[in-house]
Structures are given as structure tokens and as C-alpha cells.
């Protein structure tokens, strides 16, 4: 049975907790991906989504990584809101049978989320603000 936990949210996700519900005894390898904000003279980062479009896209995204690497879990969650240097944005938390489909299924939905998800990112500096390439649907903006 293929575990999924697919959220665009403003709240903060427990990795342990996210991990341990992966495990299961036909797991063999878990992958987490935690994107976190860093510390380049940043103040805080605003991030917004197209909730109803990420969540397709997410939906999408991870029904091509189960079928292409053979997953057994997935759980995708990206953090919306004010976020400061040391908070997470992006969560990924995959698992297979298999090592090796568990580092590149992890890989290919990040990378996918960077091409096809509609969320927005603006950072803060002191006295500056400017939007950052995200996560954009370049497609469906040109």
C-alpha cells in the first residue's frame, strides 16, 4: 500500500514523525528532503502558492515518481507564509524497497516541483525586497 501525504500549508511538518510513518517492512531506503531557508542576509522570505494548482501538480508529480522508481511512500509538503533563516520550506520524505529509486525518486520530485508547481517566493532584506524565480509554471505564464 502506497503511503501519501500531499500539503501546501502554512505549519511546520514533524520530519520523525514523517519518517517513522513511512516505515514499513517491504521499506528498504527512506530519502528526506528538507529545504530550509539560509542565512544570506535574508530577514525572512514570503512564499505563496496557487494552492488548488500545487496540490494538482503535487498530485501529478508524485503519481510519476511512484511509477517510475517504484515508490511506496510519498509525503510532499511545502510550507506557504512568512518563514525566517532556519525554517523549512520544503519537505519530501520518500521511501522504496530500494536505496538507490529512493535517492533518485526523491531527486526527480524536487526538480519537478522547482519546473511545474505554482508557488512564489519573495525574500526581504534590510530595506530591499525582491521576487525570486521559485517554484513557477513557466508554461502557463508566457
Known sequence: MIEISVRVTNDDADIAKLVESAKSSAMGAIVVFDGIVRDDDIEWIE????????????????????????????????????????????????????????????????????RRAPVWKKEFRKGEEQWVDAHINKKNIE
Open 47 to 114: 512564499l505563496s502558492a496557487y494552492e488548488e494548482g500545487a496540490l494538482y501538480e503535487f498530485e501529478a508529480i508524485r503519481e510519476d515518481a511512484i511509477k517510475k522508481f517504484g515508490l511506496l511512500s510519498v509525503d510532499i509538503i511545502h510550507r506557504t507564509g512568512r518563514l525566517k533563516p532556519g525554517d523549512n520550506i520544503l519537505i519530501i520524505v520518500v521511501g522504496s524497497p530500494h536505496r538507490k529509486d529512493a535517492f533518485f525518486g526523491c531527486e526527480y520530485i524536487l526538480e519537478e516541483i522547482k
